[in-house]
């Protein structure tokens, strides 16, 4: 079945870069879109990015030009690079997949990131950033 596993939190402060690492395992790699949502406590869970299989990314306007979100298929693995870091990144951060196909048909690459159109997730790595 669908695995995924995500690595890389920690605390950081205000300025400071994380990488983190979504694992995959139990299905084709390059037929699904990955995503990143986050889930500060007491808030709705938001996305982040997205990159479908044909590279399309999708960003979320709160971390366009400090977030980049990228995969490597023969590793099975997405990543995020978080750059220039705020206390308002502190969250919650999930690894999310599903089939291509499915998020092409629901156009998710083309407006802002719900978490209802992806059916597998991960457990989450906490990212703190103080001031």
């Known amino acids: 079945q669908v695995q995924l596993v995500e690595s890389g939190g920690g605390s950081v402060q205000s300025g400071g870069s994380l990488r983190l690492s979504c694992a995959a395992s139990?299905?084709?790699?390059?037929?699904?879109?990955m995503a990143w949502f986050r889930q500060a406590p007491g808030k709705e869970r938001e996305g982040v990015a997205a990159?479908?299989?044909?590279?399309?990314?999708n960003y979320a306007d709160s971390v366009k030009g400090r977030f980049t979100i990228s995969q490597d298929n023969a590793k099975n693995t997405l990543y995020l690079q978080m750059n220039s870091l705020k206390p308002e990144d502190t969250a919650m951060y999930y690894c999310?997949?599903?089939?291509?196909?499915?998020?092409?048909?629901?156009?998710?690459?083309?407006?802002?990131?719900?978490?209802?159109?992806?059916?597998?997730w991960g457990q989450g790595t906490q990212v703190t950033v103080s001031s």
């Open positions: 139990g299905y084709t790699y390059s037929t699904y879109c």
């Open positions: 999310a997949a599903d089939r291509s196909t499915t998020v092409q048909a629901l156009g998710v690459m083309g407006a802002p990131l719900w978490a209802g159109d992806f059916g597998y």
């Open positions: 990159i479908d299989s044909d590279g399309t990314t």
